[in-house]
């Protein structure tokens, strides 16, 4: 196994009226992509706070990098890079000026070819001397995408970075984010948009009211408590299905014109259930597959709670 | 110590202030030469002496420290309060900055403009009376302590306002009082008791008083006592902010 870049143990954040992370244990392996998902309010930036030295951690423990020592130490913060979810910007200055500040805070000399570098892969070459405030919103998220990555972090927060960037933008930014993990770099992603999670994640963690409700590679998720739904429309309505097709999980819906079939792991395949719908001679007139996607997968989760573990 | 970092940050500063030279230029150069007009000249101070002094001359180095306190408060509480309201201050908590290259940046920076107020201040005032600067080791080291406690002032302020209107109760409700009844235009010396002796507990008396010394080498209180006192001060303003800050009081959550 890779070695972990991140620990916590049973971190907890308590606010006078709530709690907002609530004993969470994790380990983020080096070299992954790792999804944060939960619903509003789950305490995925709470978490994010507590390591980027943001919010103090009422207990627990976080151990960045392998390091003896707990906490968020500065020391440590030089290879971390921090995406925030709420936009910020100095409109004093321009964006190339920016990132020059961001690589100086990092204790870096300043390094136009990598500057030009991060604007170009998020597409602000152009805007490099426009200052902040004559950036469009997204160009805002993207420039904050830039100043989290300029230092060449080996442990990257992108909370919500893509939230209001535009669909082809946004493609491009997952394209970049893959080329980061190909060289290395470790990346947390929380998302609102779970098919940027799906196309991302090699592991997810899902969190709500505060608890980590599971942490699974992703493709395991999906095979685990995903389904697939085979829906075979008939061309001419059914009072009911025949013996032979008669089977476990397979119902006639909508009027009779439709029999579906919801495969769940380890029960009887959607190609034999079709096997037995045209064997049982049915008037089939169209046969459509679906997986179920990472939403749905979510929703469960989040609907049963930690009962789905 | 993050030295790159530090640089960063009061370089940022200073260029911050250099962006609106209005503040740092312009007002300084009017409010001294309107000093002059009103106090130095027509309440009849052409005339007057204090001590053997022209009074023009005379209310030069309350001049100077009104700039430069002003000014090193005004950065910094400024500075840090923007920070915190546009949310920037996210990049500085996440940064690899401790409490130590944080005060130093933002006190840095603070004093850089006070110090430069300063001496605008100075160099105007020379139109009117003349270069009078008769130890300039020591009126430095007045200068440089002002400034330092101003700018921890200020940084303190600025930690602690939540609100805009919250940066001005400083100056207003202490700054004001403690410099106009602090010898800037007057010597504390020729107050009835039990105003003279209640103003050694002005730190503001022996921030004038001293740069009086270092440039016209009249003094109502000793220049040592004064520095030992403001370095104290100084010194233990710093301790506290740097305790906040590393406690992150009012900025992390
Ligand atoms: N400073 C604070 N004081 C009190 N409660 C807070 C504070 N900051 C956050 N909270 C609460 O902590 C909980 C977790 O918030 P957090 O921002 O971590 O959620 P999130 O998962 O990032 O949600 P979202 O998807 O909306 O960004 C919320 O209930 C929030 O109201
Ligand atoms: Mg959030």
Not at chain 2, 240 to 251: C, D, F, N, S
């Amino acid at each position: 196994m890779a070695d972990a870049v991140l620990e916590l143990e049973g971190l907890t954040k308590r606010y006078p009226k709530l709690v907002a992370l609530d004993g969470v244990s994790l380990r983020i392996e080096a070299g992954e992509i790792f999804a944060l998902l939960g619903p509003n309010g789950a305490g995925k930036t709470t978490l994010i706070g507590a390591v980027c030295g943001l919010v103090k951690p009422t207990s627990g423990l976080i151990r960045l990098f392998g390091a003896a020592e707990t906490g968020s130490t500065v020391a440590a913060r030089y290879q971390l890079g921090l995406v925030p979810q709420e936009i910020n910007f100095d409109p004093f200055f321009t964006v190339r000026e920016c990132l020059r500040i961001q690589q100086g805070y990092y204790g870096r000399q300043p390094d136009e070819a990598r500057i030009d570098e991060v604007l170009g892969a998020l597409k602000l070459a152009e805007k490099a001397d426009a200052p902040t405030r004559a950036l469009s919103g997204g160009m805002k998220r993207r420039l904050l995408v830039a100043k989290a990555l300029v230092h060449r972090p080996r442990l990257v927060f992108l909370d919500e970075p893509t939230a209001g960037v535009d669909v082809e933008l946004r493609r491009d930014l997952w394209q970049y984010v893959r080329k980061l993990r190909a060289e290395g770099t470790t990346i947390v992603l929380t998302t609102h948009y779970l098919e940027e999670a799906e196309e991302l994640a090699d592991r997810v963690g899902v969190i709500d009211h505060g608890k980590l409700l599971l942490v699974e590679p992703k493709a395991a998720l999906l095979s685990r408590l995903g389904e697939r739904r085979l829906t075979v429309r008939l061309s001419s309505a059914l009072a009911e299905l025949p013996e032979g097709a008669r089977l476990e999980g397979a119902v006639l819906e909508d009027g009779g014109t439709r029999v579906v079939y919801r495969e769940r792991r380890g029960e009887k395949s959607s190609a034999e259930v079709l096997g037995a719908l045209y064997a049982a001679k049915l008037p089939i007139a169209e046969v459509e597959t679906a997986s179920s996607s990472l939403e749905e997968v979510m929703m469960r989760v989040l609907r049963e709670g930690g009962a789905a573990r | 110590m993050n030295t790159i970092g530090v640089r960063t940050l009061l370089v940022k500063e200073v260029r911050r202030f250099m962006r609106v030279p209005g503040q740092t230029v312009l007002s300084p150069l009017i409010s001294t030469s309107l000093y002059f007009l009103v106090f130095g000249y027509t309440l009849g101070g052409r005339q007057a002496e204090v001590d053997g002094v022209p009074y023009v001359a005379y209310i030069v180095p309350g001049l100077v420290f009104l700039g430069l306190a002003n000014n090193a408060f005004l950065n910094s509480s400024s500075s840090l309060f923007i920070t915190k309201i546009q949310g920037t201050i996210v990049d500085l908590l996440a940064a690899p900055l401790g409490a130590t290259e944080l005060l130093v940046g933002f006190i840095a920076g603070a004093m850089t403009r006070g110090l430069l107020v300063g001496l605008l201040t100075w160099l105007v005032a020379l139109v009117f009376t003349g270069v009078q600067l008769a130890h300039p080791a020591l009126t430095f080291g007045f200068l440089f302590l002002t400034a330092w406690v101003f700018s921890v002032l200020g940084l303190l302020a600025g930690l602690w306002a939540d609100k805009f209107e919250q940066i001005n109760f400083f100056p207003t409700f202490l700054m004001l009082p403690l410099t106009f009844l602090g010898g800037v235009f007057y010597s504390v010396h020729r107050l009835p008791e039990p105003f003279r002796t209640a103003s050694l507990f002005n730190p503001v008396v022996y921030m004038v008083e001293g740069l009086r010394a270092g440039m016209l080498d009249k003094s109502d209180v000793s220049p040592l006592l004064g520095l030992s006192l403001l370095l104290g001060l100084a010194v233990s303003a710093t301790a506290t902010a740097w305790v906040l800050l590393a406690r992150g009081y009012k900025i992390r959550n």
